[in-house]
C-alpha cells in the first residue's frame, strides 16, 4: 500500500504536477494563440464592443498572466525573487479568472432567461459570494529557498476547499437552470438559445 505521507511519495507527485502543469499550460496557450483573431476585431473595431465582454476578456487575460506567472515559479530556481509579492500576483490572477469564468456562465443563463428577475438577483447574489472567497483565497505566504525556488509555506487549505466546493456548486447551478430552460421551457428558438444550443451543454459541463 502507498505511503502517501512519505517524502518520496510527496515528491514524485509533485513532480507529476509540474510536469503536468506544464501540459495542461501548453495546450491554453496554444488555444489562446489561435484564438486572437477574435480578439483583434474587438481592438481594430471590426465588431462592436458590448459591456458581457468585458468579463469574458477579464477571463482570459487574467488566465494568460496566471499561466505565465505560474510556468516562471515552476522554472525559476536561481534567480532570487520577491516570492510573497509573486505568488500574491499569481493567486490574484488565477483566482480573478475562476470568477470571471463564473460570471460568464451567468450571464448566458440570465440571458436565456430573459434576464428575469428571480434568476438574475440569485445569481449576482451567488456570485458576490463566490467573490468574497476567491478574494479570501489570495492570502497565502511564500519564501525563497536556495535551489528549490519560492515555496509556499502557508495558506488557508479551508478557504482554498470552500473556494472549490463553492465554484462547483455554482456552476452547477448554472447548469441545471441552463438545462432546464432550453429543454423543458422553451417553446421557441430565440438567437441565443440557438446559440447556446450550438455552442452545447458540454461547455457547461466541462467548467
Given at each position: ?16 504536477f ?15 494563440f ?74 448566458r ?25 476567491l ?7 511564500a519564501?525563497?529557498?536556495?535551489g ?49 444550443v ?10
Amino acid at each position: 500500500m502507498v505511503d502517501w505521507k512519505s517524502p518520496a511519495t510527496i515528491g514524485a507527485q509533485a513532480v507529476i504536477f509540474v510536469k503536468f502543469c506544464h501540459v495542461v499550460s501548453g495546450v491554453y496557450l496554444w488555444e489562446w494563440f489561435i484564438s486572437l483573431n477574435f480578439d483583434w476585431d474587438y481592438l481594430t473595431g471590426k465588431k462592436k464592443f458590448r459591456w458581457p465582454l468585458f468579463f469574458y476578456f477579464l477571463c482570459r487575460y487574467s488566465q494568460l498572466l496566471a499561466v505565465i506567472g505560474l510556468i516562471v515559479a515552476f522554472n525559476n530556481t536561481t534567480m532570487e525573487m520577491n516570492c510573497q509579492a509573486f505568488y500574491g500576483f499569481n493567486a490574484a490572477m488565477g483566482n480573478i479568472s475562476i470568477g470571471a469564468a463564473s460570471i460568464n456562465l451567468s450571464l448566458r443563463t440570465m440571458a436565456v432567461w430573459g434576464r428575469k428577475w428571480y434568476i438574475v438577483v440569485p445569481l449576482t447574489l451567488l456570485i458576490l459570494g463566490h467573490w468574497t472567497l476567491l478574494l479570501h483565497g489570495i492570502l497565502l505566504k511564500a519564501i525563497w529557498v536556495p535551489g528549490q525556488g519560492c515555496v509556499i509555506t502557508e495558506a488557508n487549505n479551508t478557504i482554498l476547499s470552500a473556494t472549490f466546493i463553492y465554484s462547483m456548486c455554482l456552476d452547477f447551478i448554472v447548469l441545471c437552470l441552463t438545462g432546464f430552460k432550453l429543454f423543458y421551457l422553451s417553446a421557441g428558438r430565440s438567437r441565443i438559445v440557438t446559440l447556446i444550443v450550438r455552442d452545447g451543454l458540454m461547455f457547461f459541463i466541462v467548467a
